[in-house]
C-alpha cells in the first residue's frame, strides 16, 4: 500500500465526506495515515470503512503521531468489525487467553523502538519461553478444531501478535475492549507459564 493508493482512498471519499477528508489533511502527512493503513492490513484488517478510519485519526491525532498508539484506536472504532469476523453463530467467540504472569512479562519487555514502534525486549531464555508457550496454547486450539484468537489486555497486543507473526501464519490477537458486550466468550486454552501447564 502506496502513497498514491493512500491518496486514491481519500478521495474516492471525498465528495461525500468533505469535512472528515479536509481534518484529516490538516493533522495528518499522508505517511503517516499510510502506516496505520498498512497496520492493519498486516493483521488482516480490511480497510473498506475509510470513514471510520479517519474519522478516529482525526480525533486521536491531536494527541499522538504514535502509528502503533494510533492503529489500537482505529482498531478499537472497527472492533464489531474485526470481532465479528471470528463469531460463531450463536454470537460465541472461542478464545486462546495467556497467562497474567506472562502478560507482565509481556508489558515488563516493550519499550519504544525509533524504527519498529513498540517491541518485546526481552533475553533469548525468555523470549523462548513465552513464545513456547504461546505456540503450545496455539496448537491444542488448533487440534481441537478452532481458530486460534488470542484475547490479551490492550496494552500488549500489537506486541504479543509480532511475537506470534514470526512462528505463524497471520496470527489473530484481539484486546479485549475490542469484544463488545453482546459477544459470549469461550476460553478454549490458556496460554501457561510452563510449569503452571
Known sequence: ?????????????????????????????????????????????????????????????EYTRDPGVLTEYVRAALSRQIAGSYLAEDNVLSVITVDPEIEGVIRDSIHEDPVEGRIAGMDPDTH?????????????????????????????????????????????VLAYNEISRNVKVNVVVSALVPNAA
Open 1 to 61: 500500500l502506496g502513497r498514491e493508493e493512500v491518496q486514491k482512498l481519500i478521495n474516492n471519499i471525498k465528495n461525500d465526506y468533505p469535512a472528515v477528508v479536509k481534518e484529516i489533511e490538516e493533522k495528518m502527512k499522508l505517511g503517516e495515515m499510510q502506516k496505520v493503513l498498512q497496520n492493519l492490513l498486516r493483521e488482516r484488517v480490511s480497510i473498506r470503512n475509510m470513514v471510520t478510519i479517519l474519522e478516529t485519526l482525526a480525533t486521536y491525532a
Open 128 to 172: 523462548s519461553i513465552i513464545v513456547g508457550s504461546l505456540l503450545d496454547a496455539y496448537q491444542r486450539a488448533s487440534k481441537m478444531g478452532y481458530t486460534p484468537v488470542f484475547l490479551v489486555s490492550p496494552q500488549i497486543r500489537s506486541v504479543t501478535f509480532t511475537l506470534l507473526e514470526r512462528e505463524v501464519q497471520a496470527p489473530v
